[in-house]
């Protein structure tokens, strides 16, 4: 039975692809982008989230934890993630929520009788359901049970990329997914590998390749201060989008600050912490910038 790990279902999404959808985020990431807003999807298995605020400090994971992995400092408890095996038991006892374990091992069948719910809505709205991530190329098997089944239920598909991928293996995908979700980082090599940690040049290679068998693409830009939001990039993104064969449009995504407190649940460390999300009026500029390369562009996705 094919299964794999997942770190969150949303259903009602408008922001992930056409009309109402359910979105699938399935974990493990290969690009590192410092801007990451989902910090918990980018390890393959599951992680231990703490939520110091909402610890009272009552002892009760002290007390069942088998590794020991846990202490209580000015009240507050701890866990050594080195020692901690991830098996759940001090979640099960705290009530406050201050503990959870991001991802969770799920069959085909779990996650569709999850999307099945709501294809009422699919159906009225023009909707279906979004793979996303993380980076849901990297689940190959689990993704392709997932895209086979929709198609046997008649859901439409998308699918939510960096494409940093194999040709292989978005050859398969490809076969089975309605959209795109294309998200594209930056123009120049360098500056790639510096905010994500991995060359664009298989993303562009990958893109364009399906652009050129005339499947439905949404590029999706987030758009960073200081890090992708100057003229020479937008003007570069401009010129590749405008020649591909085959696009639908260009959403832009302005970055905002909602995921930051997740990298400290996380103990991890967020490395862009003074960046701010840009003004209306440098959107409103980078729009017209795009459109004047003929492009159809909207914000948010």
């Not at 996650?111 to 699919?122: K, L, T």
């Not at 990039?233 to 401009?238: A, L, M, S």
Request: charged share 25%.
């Amino acid at each position: 039975m094919v299964g794999g790990v997942i770190f969150d279902v949303k259903r009602f999404s408008i922001h992930d692809g056409p009309g109402i959808r359910t979105t699938v985020f399935l974990k493990g990431c290969p690009l590192n982008c410092r801007w990451c807003h989902n910090p918990e999807g980018q390890a393959p298995g599951p992680e231990l989230v703490l939520r110091a605020g909402r610890c009272i400090g009552c002892g009760a994971c002290l007390e069942v934890c088998p590794q020991g992995a846990i202490s209580l400092d000015s009240g507050v408890a701890r866990t050594d993630r080195e020692r901690c095996d991830l098996c759940g038991a001090c979640v099960e006892v705290c009530y406050t929520g201050a503990r959870e374990v991001a991802g969770r091992e799920m069959t085909v069948q779990q996650v569709v009788a999850e999307i099945e719910r709501d294809i009422p809505f699919y159906d009225q709205s023009g909707g279906g359901v979004t793979f996303s991530g993380g980076e849901p190329l990297l689940q190959q098997d689990f993704l392709l049970a997932l895209l086979q089944a929709c198609r046997e239920r008649g859901i439409r598909t998308g699918v939510d990329t960096c494409g940093y991928a194999p040709w292989e293996t978005l050859d398969r995908v490809r076969r089975l997914t309605d959209l795109f979700l294309w998200d594209l980082k930056l123009m120049d090599d360098a500056r790639h590998r510096e905010y994500t940690g991995v060359s664009n040049r298989l993303i562009l290679e990958n893109v364009r390749a399906l652009s050129e068998r005339g499947h439905a693409i949404f590029l999706r830009l987030p758009i960073i201060p200081g890090v992708n939001d100057d003229d020479g990039n937008i003007r570069q993104t401009g010129a590749f989008a405008a020649a591909l064969p085959h696009l639908a449009r260009v959403d832009l995504l302005p970055y905002h600050p909602t995921g930051v407190g997740k990298y400290e649940r996380l103990d991890q460390v967020y490395r862009l912490p003074d960046t701010r999300p840009p003004s209306d009026g440098r959107i409103e500029e980078i729009v017209d910038m795009l459109r004047g390369f003929g492009l159809q562009v909207k914000i948010g996705g």
